[in-house]
């Protein structure tokens, strides 16, 4: 799950003209290329943790862990997520809302008949490379491969780009979660 990051918080002495000496609160929002980083790995221990828990609890365990991965990493609270996992297809290729992500992850939803579970399938490994990332206050973009490993050892890398946002509370959410099966002839 995501760590929430606190809101750097300082404080401004100020001194009036008659003397009075007073602290003014200032707040910053920008996102370091740490929290970047931190976000992507954070991600990707989450969808190992689903496919852990599927694999030990059945659906009702990952879509309970999926749900607390959506509710830390994704920005639902502050909006619609625009959401396109690896494997979608029609008219349920982009996705805005919640359950729709949720779907994608563990599947079980008759709206979205065709999601399997993308977390479900036992994923053990995990790691991603940046081509590209574009900080600008409190929006950050990321565009690069992922790896996922699993339990057999086979690797599959998807071409992905993100965008996160921090929030009031100080969390980086994911905002954008756009993911591909990198080109092939």
Same mark, same amino acid.
């Given at each position: ?76 609270? @502050?909006?619609?997520?625009?959401? $396109?996992? /690896? ?6 290729? =982009?996705?805005? *809302?919640?359950? #729709? +992500? ?45 790896? @996922?490993?699993?339990?057999?050892? $086979?690797? /599959? ?6 965008? =996160?946002?921090? *929030?009031?509370? #100080? +969390? ?14």
């Amino acid at each position: 799950m995501l760590k929430k990051t606190l809101v750097t918080v300082s404080m401004l002495l100020c001194v009036t003209a008659g003397g009075t000496v007073f602290a003014t609160p200032v707040v910053n929002n920008n996102i370091t290329e740490a929290e970047v980083k931190a976000a992507q790995q954070a991600w990707g221990q989450a969808l190992i943790n689903i496919s852990v828990a599927y694999s030990t609890g059945g659906q009702a365990q990952a879509e309970k862990v999926a749900r607390q991965v959506l509710d830390a990493a994704y920005g639902y609270n @502050l909006g619609a997520v625009l959401f $396109k996992p /690896t494997l979608a297809n029609g008219k349920q290729t =982009f996705r805005t *809302d919640y359950d #729709g +992500a949720l779907a994608y992850f563990v599947g079980g939803n008759k709206t979205y008949a065709n999601d399997s579970g993308f977390a479900l399938k036992g994923w053990h490994g995990y790691d991603f490379t940046n081509a590209g990332v574009y900080i600008n206050g409190d929006l950050a973009l990321t565009m690069g491969h992922v790896m @996922l490993t699993d339990k057999a050892g $086979k690797v /599959t890398t998807v071409d992905k780009t993100w965008g =996160f946002k921090k *929030d009031e509370q #100080g +969390a980086l959410r994911i905002v954008l979660h756009h993911s591909s099966l990198p080109y092939s002839q």
